[in-house]
């Protein structure tokens, strides 16, 4: 693990500069966004020897004053450069804002889901409550929503989740399934789309897979496994993971939880371990798949799960988050388990857990 904050790294003037960023924080952010949604952006890279304000204007139809402002804010956001000619050029940071698929996936997901919630930060921080959540719905949690969001919004919500699971399954199966592991039968809890089953069905020709999750989640994965065909292999058991009365089915030899402790508190991580070692047969083994703040190979992945984490706060349940890895294993070992594999470094940010209930 690399510690990537035991040092200061920035001279003062830098660190001036940079805490300017952080206080126009809100402005920053939308003038990106716009300067990539109004196509402003896209018709500047399209004039590899630079454009002019009136050339912009005359191929994005934005205004010409709301296309200045725009342009000038970019310019020390560092998105664009201009030239003495007031021709404008591209710059590295717009190319990303533009083009990274991360970082469109992220920006998109701020906007549809984050960005009026976070207003109710400091509520959240006091109360414990996802005091945001109301500017996306009246439910108790995001997940009780997301079969109700609006599209736009569940679009974001979905494509953010998705993102990284997608790059994480195709490389993760080979762990899960491997012919020691000996399962035949696997639970999963938080099945969210199905697409984990999917993925699952087709890699292990006997594998049978129970999903779990929330009812109008549970409904949307059970509409994808019947248009797919896969009804004979898997099957539902909708339920609040939340409620300590639910107990999961029994008979297991794996129970699998991709991105979805993080779902919940420490309290909670460990009420729902508990009942995963009910579900388990003698042999078997819970497979946690989570991104770690601490466990990043790159400074920016560990920013990118560390700000993220905030709309736990803010905005999806008021009580979970990102986990420090130390923080998340603590709770798995006060749960009676142990940690017998880890495999980091899968895909975008994800570490695999393997856990066997303490004899
Ligand atoms: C962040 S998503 C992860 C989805 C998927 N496992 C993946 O890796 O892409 C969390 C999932 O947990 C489900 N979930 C959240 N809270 C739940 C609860 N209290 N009971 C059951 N499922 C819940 C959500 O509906 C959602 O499908």
Redo the contacts with the bound molecule.
């Keep these: 693990m690399t510690n990537f904050y035991a040092k200061d790294k920035r001279s003062a003037i830098d660190a001036k500069h940079h805490a300017q960023v952080i206080a126009h924080g809100p402005i920053v952010f939308q003038v990106a966004r716009l300067l990539r949604d109004k196509g402003i952006l896209k018709v500047i890279e399209n004039h590899k020897t630079g454009i002019n304000l009136a050339g912009i204007v005359e191929q994005t139809k934005v205004p010409e004053y709301g296309t200045r402002v725009l342009l000038e804010a970019g310019l020390g956001m560092e998105m664009v450069t201009v030239d003495e000619d007031g021709k404008y050029y591209l710059a590295k940071t717009g190319y990303f804002i533009l083009h990274d698929p991360l970082t469109n996936v992220n920006m998109n997901f701020v906007q549809d889901i984050c960005y009026k919630g976070l207003f109710h930060l400091e509520e959240a921080i006091d109360t414990g409550k996802p005091a945001g959540l109301k500017e996306l719905g009246s439910w108790n ?1 995001v ?1 009780e929503g ?1 079969s109700q969001l609006q599209p736009q919004q569940q679009k974001s919500w979905f494509e953010y ?2 993102f990284f ?1 997608d790059i994480a399954f195709p490389l993760v199966l080979k762990h899960i399934y491997k012919p020691e592991n000996h399962i035949k039968k696997l639970l999963e ?4 789309t199905g ?2 089953a999917l993925a699952s069905t087709k890699f292990d020709q006997d594998v049978r897979i129970t999903i ?3 009812p109008g ?1 549970a409904a949307m994965a059970r509409k994808n496994i019947e248009n797919l065909g896969l009804t004979e292999r898997v099957d539902f058991y909708p ?4 409620d300590e009365s639910v107990q999961f089915p029994p008979g297991y030899d794996a129970v699998w939880m ?3 402790l993080d ?1 919940f508190s420490e309290d909670e991580i460990i009420s729902i371990m508990e009942r995963c070692g009910q579900a388990l047969n003698g042999e078997g083994a819970i497979y946690i ?1 989570e991104a770690f703040w601490d466990n990043q190979r790159f400074e920016t992945a560990a920013f990118c799960i560390q700000q993220l984490s905030i709309y736990f706060t803010a905005i999806a349940n008021g009580n979970s988050q990102m986990y420090d890895s130390r923080v998340f294993k603590k709770a798995i070992d006060r749960a009676g388990f142990d940690i017998v594999e880890e495999i980091s470094g899968i895909g975008l940010s994800h570490t695999l857990l393997k856990c066997k209930k303490r004899k």
Excluded at 189 to 192: A, H, K, L, S, V
Aim: aromatic letters at 12%.
């Design positions: 949690t997940y997301l989740d998705h699971s809890i938080g099945g969210n697409k984990w779990v999750d929330l989640q339920a609040n993971v939340l991709s991105q979805f779902c798949l």
